[in-house]
């Protein structure tokens, strides 16, 4: 099946512009669009407060047979039931989101992509039309094997220049400069770089599920190097000539930051949705005015649904309750990844 999907995915990529039979229905995003998607947004420093940039990230993961062979679960974005399953919880919570005058940065990979491209589904395309961000979010293992790390950069930057195309294709958008994902690999800046992204950020041990509190913060930086999981000195090193910029979290306090632990670990949705409006304002706590602070969270398809009568109800609280007096009073902007970047290469000038 893999060996024939790869087979049609390279054709269609070929030959998409010129093709005379039946083409893949995937909706393109204005080009307008997908520029606003990355640029800047002006920060209100008039009053010389300081501003946070806050957005919530989604990562889609490889659920199933990727692109590249591997994987394979029980829950498969091939089963149609389950990818519109999927596809429905996205747009329930991006609509919520925009209804706050927000908009998330959606990270994707195979399967999720090229189930889009195959079926016809525009989920991506309708996204990136409304200022969502398009972005990768890559499991290196799903797309490399298990033997992700005696691999070059050079074998790194091809498969993800592969995932980036699926994307560009499921999502009408030329631009992608965002992604997560290959924490343990030392060289990834080099290998995002070499693929055309630039900005990055939601480091976390695949193994552990966890973060190092050394990455806590709000102000970005370039890092010098990436980490093998022990060492972050080169991670933690600003260097002005980095090709990436990192984004942190927030000033969170604690390494528990997977998505599948936190009902368990932090005694279900609603305490975790405490421990954010917390971080939120320690987040505040620690901006500095004149310079660029930033705060996200993720969040995964179907994630935090409660009550199928009121789903996602725990978000929608969060948000009115916690971020849209913060948007009032100016303390909180919304802001992708990609324009949370760029106001801090702004300062760079």
Same mark, same amino acid.
């Given at each position: ?44 420093? @008039? ?8 957005? *919530? ?16 679960? %029980?829950?498969?974005?091939? @089963? ?37 491209? @195959? ?13 969502? @961000? ?69 480091? %976390?041990?695949? %193994? ?41 979290? /927030? ?13 368990? *670990?932090?005694? /279900? ?32 398809? /179907? ?47």
């Amino acid at each position: 099946m893999k060996q024939i999907f790869v087979g049609l995915t390279a054709l269609i990529v070929l030959s998409l512009a010129c093709s005379q039979g039946a083409p893949v229905v995937v909706k393109t995003a204005p080009v307008e669009t997908a520029a606003a998607t990355t640029t800047a947004p002006p920060i209100n420093n @008039e009053t010389g407060k300081a501003v946070l940039l806050f957005t *919530i990230g989604m990562h889609i993961e490889p659920q199933g047979e990727t692109a590249q062979g591997y994987g394979g679960e %029980k829950a498969d974005y091939h @089963e149609p039931v389950f990818f519109d399953k999927h596809v429905n919880d996205i747009l329930t919570v991006t609509q919520m989101v925009e209804a706050h005058g927000g908009r998330m940065t959606i990270q994707a990979q195979s399967p999720f992509t090229t189930v889009a491209i @195959e079926s016809g589904n525009t989920i991506l395309a309708d996204l990136a039309s409304r200022g969502h @961000e398009m972005a990768l979010h890559f499991h290196e293992d799903a797309h490399l094997g298990k033997n992700d790390e005696t691999l070059s950069v050079q074998q790194w930057c091809d498969v993800m220049k592969q995932e980036i195309s699926f994307i560009k294709q499921a999502s009408g958008v030329a631009d992608i400069r965002y992604w997560s994902g290959g924490n343990l690999y030392p060289d990834v800046f080099a290998a995002g770089a070499c693929a055309g992204l630039d900005v990055n950020s939601d480091w %976390k041990n695949p %193994k552990t599920q966890g973060f190092d509190l050394s990455l806590v913060g709000v102000n970005p930086w370039r890092p010098a190097g990436g980490t093998n999981g022990m060492d972050f000195t080169l991670m933690t090193q600003s260097d002005p000539h980095g090709a990436v910029v990192f984004l942190p979290e /927030g000033q969170y306090d604690r390494t528990d930051s997977a998505a599948s632990d936190r009902s368990q *670990i932090a005694g /279900g949705d609603e305490a975790y949705f405490e421990y954010l409006k917390e971080s939120l304002y320690a987040s505040l706590e620690a901006s500095q005015a004149g310079k660029v602070n930033v705060f996200h969270f993720t969040i995964h398809p /179907g994630e935090f649904r409660g009550d199928p009568k009121h789903p996602f109800a725990v978000i929608e609280k969060f948000l009115t309750e916690v971020v849209d007096p913060l948007i009032v009073s100016g303390d909180v902007q919304w802001a992708t990844f990609s324009q949370m970047a760029d106001a801090y290469i702004a300062t760079e000038k």
